[in-house]
Each structure stands twice: as C-alpha cells, then as structure tokens.
C-alpha cells in the first residue's frame, strides 16, 4: 500500500518536472518541483537526491573592491529566476581567497561544507578537492544546459577528471596587467614600458623623482608579482616546463627570473606587508605610485571608485609578457553532500548561465568565460581583454589557483615569505626546487 502511494507521488512528480523542463526552455530551464514536506526533484537528473529549496549558501571571497558588486549582480539575477530560495552570502574577506579558504578547509573537515564554493578552475580545484572527493561531477548540468557548446574549449580540460566535469566557470581574469597612472607617466616623460629593461628604466627614473615606483600589497600580490616576473623573463614556453616538470627550477633561467624579481621588489613600497590589493591599487589611482601589477579584479575596483579608464588609469601586459594571456577563472562547484542540493544545481544553473555572467562580469572586472555574451556590454579594458584571449597564447597563474595544486603552492609560498624578508636568490632557488621534489611533478 505504502509503496503503491509513494510510486504515485514520484510519478506525479516525474510528470510536473517533465512539464516545468518543456516550459522553461533554453538554460534557464533547470526545473524545480517542490513537493509538500519541501523536498525536491530536479530534471537534473543523476543522482537526485532532494534537498531542501529553502536556502542556498554560496561561500566566496567576493567582500569589497568591484567584487562584492559583481556577485550581488549575480545573485539578483538569482533571486528573479527563484525568487523562493534564500540566498545566505557567505563571503569571507581577504585578497586571493587567503582567509576564506582557510575558513572553507575547516568546515569540509568538520563535514559542514556550503551549498557551493568558489573555486579556482586547474589544479586547485583538480589538485584539491577531486582529489580529497569533497565535490561532485557536473556532466548532468553541462548536457542539460548545452554548455559544452559555449565554455571555451582550453577551460574544460582544466575542470576535468577522467571525462567528469567539475565546476562551473563564471569567468576568465587575467593576471598579468600593468595598471598606471597615465598623468605620472606623461609628467615624467616615460612612455609604456614593454620590456623588463625599459620597466626598470622607467622605475629609475621615478625613483629618482621621489615617486613610488610600484605599488605592493600583503604576501599574496607578491606571488602574484612574482608569477609574471617568471613568465616575463621565462616566455610562455619555459614559465609553462616549470609546472610540468621539463624545466629544473634549478635551471640558470630561473636564477635569472629570481634576480629579476628582487630588483622589481626595490621599487615597492616600505608597507607593502599592511596593505591589501585594494590599497595598493589605490596607491595608483590617488597618484600616489606609478604602477601595479594585479589581475584585472583591479579594473572592477577602479569603476567602483569613479575613476575613469585611460583618464585616471592605464594598462598594459606586464612589461616582458606581450603576446601572453596570464588566465585564471573563478568557477563554483557542488559539493558531495550539499545541505541543499537542489538549491546548488539551481545556483550553479545560474552562474554558468548567459544572463548571469553578463550580470557578473562588467562589474566584476572580468570576462566572461561563456562565449556567447553580449561584447556591447564591456568597457573598454574588458574589451580588449576579451581580443587578447582570443589572441594571444595563454598560460595558468600560481597565485589563482591554475598551475600547481594547493600542497605545491603553500611550499612556494613559504619560501616567498623568507626571501622577501631575506631576500637570498640563492637560498630562494634551492627552496623552490626543493619545492617541486616535495610537491611538485620533480618528485
Ligand atoms: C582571485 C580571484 C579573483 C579575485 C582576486 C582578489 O583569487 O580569482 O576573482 O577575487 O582573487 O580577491
């Protein structure tokens, strides 16, 4: 009797969800029936499970600086597509997702995980949480929404494990951007620099006239830093053999790289350590400092201050980098046993979806990692961002996640921390190459 019931109810259920998918079309059409005790079924398919619909918690580190404003956008977006499920913003603060992935490593260990993480596409995501098995395979969603069609082709590979799909990417940041203060520039007569060379030319010359040549933040915008010095003195190529294995980070290149980077770090700012990215991109724009090197976050920010671009700011590769896309791409992900799990896929339905990332993005200082969004609605910055992911050849960022996996990267990062205090090339090198016998693909 009682199965006979509780097969009626699936098959009714069955039914209204074949019917809500027919009516709601296109991407938008993750359909969601709710039943009376408040459990769900979705057309989602594999592995329904329920979950409450009540409320959707989305951890990220989306606080402040452009960014906050990007998510909010998403989240509205959100709230007119389910305007039933309560959207908790679980946002930790602090640059690079330093704190916030402190905070998320706790609660996955204490099996309190959110509905759904920000995660970095690449080996953090592949690296670390595949590889803990603490998040699910998305292949339902990306055939039900006909993403395969419209996520870049290099982007899959890096959300992929033996044919399962991983997250859901909501962007394409770049890294390697030399932002500038176009009025320091002219009044010093220095045009944009291209080359290592003419950067520390330009930076003599500031250095000289008493203007703080490059501004820098806390630890994690000094890997960032770091990251496209590498790549500057490297090329694409070689910086590329360093993740892979195929070039020693004993080789003499890399010497050459480390001597680069601890000339670039004597034209930063004496407070470097107490500043976060958005002060130190501030620095830039308040004409305080000549240059910055951030992703292009940073472009977001400079909107949500008022300034205006090529006015109040500049940009340009990092100097020595041309030619070379330093990506990384902020995705969401479904984790094994989400609270609410229907409320996720609803989320994620979102976040992968045209009209949320052209609500993202623009604000967000990002593009957007779909193919098919609406250019017209991008600055002039993001603009030329999207012409050089078309173009240019593209290689993963350290610091956001794309090259080395989270193990690896906290031991690079520790020998960052002493020799930016110590500030020993030949102490560095051989923490770095011991880095990748530890954790690395040296091993
Ligand atoms: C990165 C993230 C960006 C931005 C930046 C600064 O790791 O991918 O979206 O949030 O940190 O916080």
Redesign the pocket.
Known sequence: MFKKIHWTVLSMLLVLSVILTACGGGEAGTAVAETQAGETTTSSGAQTTGGSMSQVEVFS??TGGG?AAGLEAMIGVFGARYPEIEFINAAVAG???TNARAVLATRLQAGDPPDSWQG?AGQELIGTYVAAGQIEPLNFLYEEQGWLDVMPETLIPLISQDGNIYSVPVNI?RANVLWYNPAILSENNIAVPTTLEEWFAAMDILKEAGVIPLAMGEQWTAMHLFETILLATLGPNAYNQLWTGELGWDSPEVTVALQNFDRVLTYTNSDASSLT?QDAAQLVVNGDAAFNVM?D?AEGYFRELGMRPTVDYGWAPVPGTVGTFQF?S?SFVLPVNAPHRDAAIAWLTVAGSREGQEAFNPVKGSICARTDCDRALFGEYLQSAMDDWATNVVVGSLT?GVVANDSWKTEINNALGIFLADRNVANFQAALTQACSTSGPCR
Do not use: K, P, S, T
Request: without cysteine; negative net charge.
């Open positions: 580190w989306w960014e640059g690079a997702g970095h940041h990215w992703g976050w990384l902020d956001h």
